[in-house]
């Protein structure tokens, strides 16, 4: 939980500063309002340590306040028992605060305001901070607060998905049955339905219809929540309304709404005056107050007390304003829809920033959207083609240059962008330039899938045929199954052997979400590696769709296939025998990394297979739970059958010293490299040689052996 980040640890004795991450609707804004409602209970032992909690919303601070104002206009009633003056006072004097601020990707910091002075430590350094921002905005937190601590949101469990739609229809199991066997039938269980604020939105117009149009692409979500607002305002007023045709009060609403979402993102204004939504027509605001898609406010000013206005959700602004650049690039000619673009989307920077925008427009458009495509595509080659061989050969190369010091793209990211992104395992310190590329051919994805085009994107951003990324999203991975199925793709694996080899590359998944795409592999047998590192296909998957048992069904049709890499899984035993006896199929295997699971038990089924493995020339079992003896029987076997073998990385396995140089021994009788190897591992085997066998001295190993390779 977040309260877990305030306890004290061994790396940080003392936490005060915790940046919180999410993508939109995943439940930022809810855990901490949960995180405020605990400490009101005093349940909490971290928690209750604190005297007064403050959590504000970044989105209705304005430029003149101070934090006290804040604190005032949003929290406390008008009869509170002390003044300003007392506040600030008693913030200054005491350290048993917990500011808590919502949001800062919907704020537009100064640096003048005291917001930025308590996260830069300025003033009430000795107050508890927890901030909450989209990953858009995170490397400029990272420069502004320096946080201690770093938590990622990354909504429900597919579990999760099941109890909240039970919770919901509580009333009606019968209905929420029906509309989990929908979501499950078609992978939606495990899409954006992870993402909290979105399943409620499902669960909204499953209530009202149950012929809803179940997508995983957002807009047909948005379009059909609009309208499902629209039939019911229309029937409170007893207004006809059938088919498209919006009655004209409502119409006219709509366009000065998607004017007014687009001008507002374009200036970072999500709060709105009264006199910048009704200077087109009073009318015009009452309509728009009527639908719900704005909300009135109090205004924070106490000499200017009118009311504001905003959006339910920020994600409702991107839509309106998505739908506002949709309708202009259809009424206009393709040279004026493109210098739209370019007034607002002019940088890779300010794409990533407003990237739903764009998504939205692209699924309102549907495959009209060839004009935002082709911007996308020039705008990539103008400012990311440079980088694009270094991300993709990042993961076998690794760092060939010294990014932080390499000035040629401080235009794509701020040289404190560069410690922004830290992947644990491999590499650390990865180059936020990679990671740009990365976000930047994310957002072109989704655009493509919202659009119904995904062949476009096949065309025109996988012609390296490489798929790589890294803790890829639930969004992303549906958008890449339907990228493994299409056509396009399809075709160009029957071409010549050399020409449609294939490389899929899904590594450091936070939640499982590859589900939709282990069930697309047989469909892609030109797959010569797969790398699956870190993608929790084992104790921490799902249980409902077991990830082991799909890959197993999947890996025999990969025929081709030269790498496979599934360390650091936490595979148990019983994937493990569901996965190793398949790979008996895969003839051409020349690298095997397991590395990171618990494959005890498993050395038969190694000795099973490993006669069908004659080409294999890298196996990496290492920190995996097995035996000396098991050991053994596998460097038997490997001597044996794979002639080839170069390199058999087994430490920090359950063995002792005399154990260990057996394996060497077995090893350097017939695999001379193999011998240069154990040479290189005993002179850094560990005096407590006896510790490898404990959990402790396993995860010692590991965080050292784990900067290796896969």
């Known amino acids: 939980s977040v309260a877990d980040a305030l306890v004290a640890r061994p790396d940080c004795p003392c936490p005060r500063r915790v940046l919180i991450e999410g993508q939109p609707g995943v439940g930022k804004t809810t855990t901490l309002s949960k995180l405020v409602l605990d400490w009101t209970k005093g349940d909490n032992k971290a928690l209750s340590e604190f005297h007064l909690v403050f959590c504000l919303a970044l989105r209705k601070v304005a430029e003149s306040q101070s934090l006290v104002d804040c604190i005032f206009d949003q929290l406390l009633p008008k009869d509170s028992p002390f003044d300003e003056a007392g506040l600030e006072e008693y913030l200054q004097s005491n350290n048993k605060v917990l500011i808590v601020l919502d949001g800062y990707d919907e704020w537009e910091p100064q640096e003048s305001h005291d917001i930025s002075k308590v996260l830069s430590g300025k003033i009430l350094r000795d107050c508890c901070v927890i901030v909450s921002t989209r990953p858009s905005r995170t490397s400029e937190l990272l420069k502004t607060m320096r946080p201690d601590t770093r938590l990622e949101i990354n909504g429900f469990h597919q579990e999760n998905v099941s109890i909240y739609v039970h919770k919901y229809f509580s009333n009606n199991i019968s209905k929420a049955e ?60 007893d207004i006809h309304f059938v088919g498209d045709n919006m009655p004209p009060n409502i119409a006219t609403a709509m366009l000065f709404l998607e004017k007014l979402a687009l001008d507002g993102l374009m200036r970072g204004k999500l709060v709105f005056e009264e006199e910048e939504v009704t200077h087109y027509s009073i009318d015009v605001l009452g309509t728009l107050l009527g639908l719900g898609f704005l909300h009135k406010q109090r205004s924070p000013s106490k000499l200017r007390p009118s009311p504001q206005y905003s959006f339910p959700h920020k994600t409702m602004q991107e839509y309106f304003a998505g739908r506002y650049i949709a309708s202009y690039v259809t009424a206009k000619d393709e040279s004026a829809g493109r210098s739209l673009l370019e007034e607002n989307f002019g940088t890779v920077r300010k794409v990533r920033e407003m990237d739903n925008v764009l998504i939205f427009a692209c699924g309102r458009l549907g495959r009209k959207a060839s004009v935002i495509f082709q911007y996308l595509a020039d705008l990539h080659q103008k400012d990311l083609e440079p980088v694009e061989h270094d991300f993709h050969t990042f993961y076998d190369l690794g760092l060939k240059k010294d990014w932080v010091r390499d000035t040629e793209f401080d235009d794509l990211v701020s040289m404190e962008d560069y410690v922004t992104f830290q992947m644990t395992g491999i590499f650390t310190d990865t180059p936020a330039v990679l990671l740009v590329y990365q976000t930047y051919l994310e957002t072109t994805l989704l655009c493509y899938y919202e659009s119904g085009k995904i062949d476009g994107f096949v065309e025109h951003f996988l012609q390296r045929r490489i798929i790589q990324f890294s803790n890829p999203t639930p969004r992303v991975c549906r958008a890449l199954a339907q990228v493994m199925k299409c056509d396009q793709l399809c075709q160009a694996q029957k071409g010549s052997q050399q020409e449609c080899d294939m490389v899929l590359r899904l590594m450091h998944t936070r939640q499982f979400c590859l589900g939709p795409i282990l069930d697309t592999l047989r469909t892609c047998p030109s797959i010569v590696e797969l790398n699956l590192r870190e993608s929790l296909l084992g104790r921490y998957g799902p249980t409902v769709t077991k990830p082991s048992l799909q890959l197993s069904r999947q890996l025999p049709h990969l025929k081709r296939l030269r790498k496979l890499v599934l360390s650091w899984n936490d595979l148990l035993p019983e994937d493990a025998q569901l996965i190793l006896p398949v790979l008996e199929s895969l003839r051409m295997l020349e690298e095997l990394y397991l590395s990171g699971n618990d494959l005890h038990g498993t050395s038969d089924i190694f000795s099973n297979i490993l006669p069908f493995l004659i080409e294999l020339k890298i196996l990496k079992v290492f920190d995996c739970c097995m035996t000396s003896a098991e050991i053994i029987s596998i460097a038997h076997a490997t001597v044996k059958n ?54 402790e001295g396993r995860r010692m190993f590991a965080k050292y052996w784990s900067s290796k390779a896969n």
């Open 642 to 695: 794979c002639k080839k073998m170069s390199i058999f990385d087994f430490d920090s396995n359950i063995t002792t010293r005399q154990e260990y140089r057996r394996i060497e021994q077995i090893l350097s009788l017939t695999l001379p490299v193999a011998n240069e190897l154990a040479t290189e591992q005993r002179s850094r085997f560990h005096p407590a040689a006896e510790m490898v066998g404990t959990k």
């Open 178 to 237: 029906t509309l989990l066997d929908k979501l499950n039938s078609s992978y939606l269980s495990t899409g954006i339905t992870l993402t909290p604020m979105f399943l409620l939105l499902i669960c909204i117009l499953w209530e009202e219809r149950d012929d809803v149009l179940l997508s995983d692409r957002l807009c047909p979500l948005y379009d059909q929540l609009v309208l499902y607002l629209i039939t019911r305002l229309c029937a409170k007023e």
